[in-house]
């Protein structure tokens, strides 16, 4: 289990990255965007941060849990199973307050997948921009906690 932990908390670490840079690329644009273009770009920005995301929790169910069951509604189940403290195997990784910026960001990712059908809206997106960046201000905290746990486990070894 010890390499498994040591090339986790790497994976994580590089997701970490990922997500500050998306953080700092989405942070460029103004708060009232002009544009259809800056719309479109920080739309998908906000995929890209959910996605980010969700990499570190599909990482995390493969070392702990083996996979997620119920496909029909994978990325939602993906995203409550976070929440839990699962006795003997792990603790959560997801408080509430990243929960609910988390799961904000996961809706409009599968909203913005099926764009090509629909126009986006600028006041819902200004919505999820806010809940994305309530979440830059709770989330490293969850993370730092999971990561304490990971270290737990390798002293442990």
């Avoid at 994976?11 to 800056?38: F, G, H, V, W």
């Avoid at 570190?56 to 199973?81: G, M, P, T, Y």
């Avoid at 006041?123 to 746990?149: I, N, P, T, W």
Wanted: glycine content about 2%.
């Amino acid at each position: 289990m010890n390499a498994q932990v040591r090339t986790l908390k790497a994976d994580i670490a590089a997701d970490l990255q990922a997500i500050a840079e998306i953080y700092a690329a989405l942070n460029s644009y103004p708060d009232k965007l002009t544009d259809r273009d800056q719309i479109i770009a920080v739309a998908y920005y906000l995929h890209n941060l959910y996605s980010a995301f969700e990499s570190i929790f599909q990482r995390i169910v493969v070392v702990f849990e083996n996979q997620v069951s119920d496909r029909a509604a994978w990325h939602a189940e993906l995203l409550r199973r976070m929440t839990l403290d699962i006795e003997g195997i792990r603790p959560h990784l997801v408080g509430p307050a990243t929960f609910d910026g988390l799961d904000e960001l996961r809706r409009f990712r599968h909203l913005f997948r099926g764009a090509y059908r629909l126009r986006l809206d600028p006041a819902r997106l200004a919505l999820v921009r806010s809940k994305a960046r309530a979440l830059e201000s709770v989330y490293q905290a969850d993370m730092e906690c999971f990561l304490d746990f990971l270290d737990s486990l390798q002293v442990a070894e």
